[in-house]
């Protein structure tokens, strides 16, 4: 499986960005799907899952902001992100995996990060 991610940009505080994560080769095996994000001089962390029945998990702090959705028929998953505040700066990564376990943090596949700047 082939992960590409793309959407990534310079926003203003209190904008939106929407990205997006293409998967590619054996995407039948995908059960589930996630965002991470990596702050500068910080650990990678989850931001958001869905699996392949729509279910959904997000990190308290972006639960009232950002929308995680998937296109099974495209094999896309978007990461809408509303509200964007400084702290939100980070390098995002989209992850793919054929587990269950929407709250696991272990994925065998990754796309290669977007970059995403919240300007105050």
């Known amino acids: 499986v082939q992960l590409q991610a793309s959407g990534g940009g310079l926003v203003q505080a209190g904008g939106s960005v929407r990205l997006s994560c293409a998967a590619s080769?054996?995407?039948?095996?995908?059960?589930?799907m996630g965002w991470f994000h990596q702050a500068p001089g910080k650990e990678r962390e989850l931001v958001a899952v869905?699996?392949?029945?729509?279910?959904?998990y997000y990190e308290d702090r972006v639960k009232d902001r950002f929308t995680i959705s998937r296109d099974n028929r495209k094999n896309t998953v978007y990461l809408q992100m509303n509200s964007l505040k400084p702290e939100d700066t980070a390098v995002y990564y989209c992850?793919?995996?054929?587990?269950?376990?929407?709250?696991?943090?272990?994925?065998?596949?990754w796309g290669q990060g977007t970059v995403v700047t919240v300007s105050s």
């Open positions: 080769g054996r995407t039948f095996s995908i059960v589930r």
């Open positions: 992850a793919a995996d054929p587990s269950l376990g929407i709250r696991r943090i272990d994925y065998d596949y």
């Open positions: 869905i699996n392949r029945g729509g279910s959904t």
